[in-house]
């Protein structure tokens, strides 16, 4: 015989079974189990009702929710249909956000109808970070990084501080599961919403070294939510919007300082004395060594004189720590005679288009006994016209083309005062036509053993 409890008997019906709902919770309210939302078909859940104690025809069976006595689901049983499971279409729109209870009650013409225990359902809607339609990222799953690390990346000191992520999404829950993902790092990170978490409707998650485990300029981070009953969110836009940033947690940060100039040896390494330590030189020897220095870096040498930027080729950094050298031409060093220069030189590390600029070394070159500007070309380009100060002796001068082949005319007396125009070889314009070409001159004095003094250089297309 049936047990009673208030009145309502309640030993031989037993609650509907939900086919593949979650079970077990763990969950405050201790529910049986939960209904996720991959089970709406159309906007019905499926229920699998089990044939009660003594079935018969005209037998019904009524679903109830939360404690309501009108059925929001029902079934009469048929002939031929007694003692069978059978299943019942109960409306996705009757469960609350939530805790539900769901009864099944069942009247046996023509006894009083008779009712099972609640079953103590979880249902959430909407799903975390709401419906969001179509795929791509997901505009309700929010990532808010430090300005400092969005700017600057992560090197190992600021990964050893801790870097604090911040997590928001509507529809946030107790249980809530995230997963970070940190850059194809095997094993996502995941981070289950406290109750706090929930109230505040924000997470913040503290990345640690550990997590930043592989240097990477396009260091890719992004999560997704899952609750207790396996929604998750999206549904096809699960992911939130990837953050990239720079990671070189591995790399020692640059450190380019200044570069040295080997021909430099007075004033700190700061001026080239022409006549005594490279009057004979065909280069300057530029020495490059920086902090952070590593395999696979491009390196560049910059020697801006008083009117040109020489740039050099690219040297790849082979070992880490290795001291690269480049040689600037003579006449970039010649051109600047009496004036300053600025050395430096960019890193380009692997991966990136960025030139990085290193410090600069502020050079001068110093004079020699006259000072003597860039020749000029005349607009027909046959005619140079060379340039001197009042002079104490008889010199002799000569001009230079420095294009396909360096070219130096006969050497000359000077017979007048301030100027010289000097006839450009046909020959040399038409070797060099269409073509970018240095001029410069020299005065020498005639029967002594005085340095050969060197004009500034015109630069020109021919």
């Known amino acids: 015989m049936a047990d009673t409890k208030n009145g309502t008997r309640q030993s031989d019906i037993i609650p509907p079974k939900i086919p593949g709902w979650v079970s077990p919770i763990i969950h405050p309210d201790n529910p049986h189990g939960g209904i996720p939302l991959s089970l709406d078909q159309n906007g019905f859940i499926t229920l699998r009702i089990d044939p009660w104690l003594n079935q018969n025809k005209d037998d019904k069976a009524d679903v109830l929710l939360n404690g309501s006595n009108t059925a929001d689901a029902s079934k009469v049983i048929m002939a031929g249909e007694e003692n069978k499971p059978f299943d019942l279409n109960l409306p996705t729109t009757k469960l609350a956000n939530g805790i539900n209870l769901m009864r099944l009650r069942v009247t046996r013409p023509p006894q009083q109808p008779e009712t099972s225990l609640d079953l103590k359902i979880l249902f959430h809607t909407p799903r975390p970070g709401s419906e969001v339609t179509g795929s791509g990222d997901n505009p309700n799953l ?11 990346g992560v090197n190992a000191d600021r990964a050893s501080q801790g870097v604090d992520v911040k997590l928001q999404y509507i529809h946030m829950r107790l249980g809530d599961v995230i997963t970070l993902y940190l850059d194809s790092k095997p094993g996502d990170k995941k981070h289950t919403v406290t109750a706090a978490e929930a109230t505040a409707q924000q997470i913040v998650i503290r990345l640690t070294t550990a997590d930043f485990w592989q240097d990477n300029p396009q260091f890719a981070l992004r999560f997704r939510v899952t609750d207790v009953i396996g929604n998750s969110s999206g549904p096809n836009a699960i992911w939130s919007r990837t953050t990239l940033i720079d990671v070189h947690v591995k790399r020692v940060d640059l450190d380019l300082t200044a570069p040295k100039v080997l021909e430099a040896k007075d004033a700190n390494g700061t001026v080239i004395n022409f006549e005594r330590d490279f009057y004979r030189e065909d280069f300057a020897t530029v020495e490059v060594a920086y902090t952070g220095s590593n395999t696979g870096q491009r390196v560049k040498a910059i020697f801006a004189g008083r009117n040109f930027r020489w740039i050099s080729d690219v040297q790849t950094v082979n070992t880490p720590g ?9 006449l970039e060093v010649v051109d600047s005679i009496r004036s300053n220069a600025k050395v430096s030189y960019t890193v380009q590390l692997p991966g990136t288009t960025t030139d990085v600029p290193s410090k600069e070394l502020d050079l001068r070159i110093t004079a020699q006994k006259h000072a003597l500007p860039e020749p000029t070309l005349n607009a027909a380009k046959t005619n140079l016209r060379i340039y001197y100060p009042t002079l104490e002796a008889t010199y002799k001068y000569r001009i230079a083309l420095h294009g396909v ?20 070889p046909s020959a040399w314009l038409t070797e060099n036509r269409g073509k970018d070409v240095l001029f410069n001159y020299t005065l020498k004095r005639v029967g002594s053993t005085d340095p050969i003094i060197f004009s500034w250089c015109l630069r020109v297309t021919l």
């Open 142 to 152: 929010i990532m808010t990084l430090p300005a400092d690390v969005v700017a600057n």
């Open 322 to 330: 290795q001291i690269l050298t480049f040689k600037v031409p003579r």
């Open 405 to 424: 082949t360096t070219r130096y005319g006969d050497e000359l007396y000077i017979g007048q005062a301030n100027y010289t125009d000097v006839a450009v």
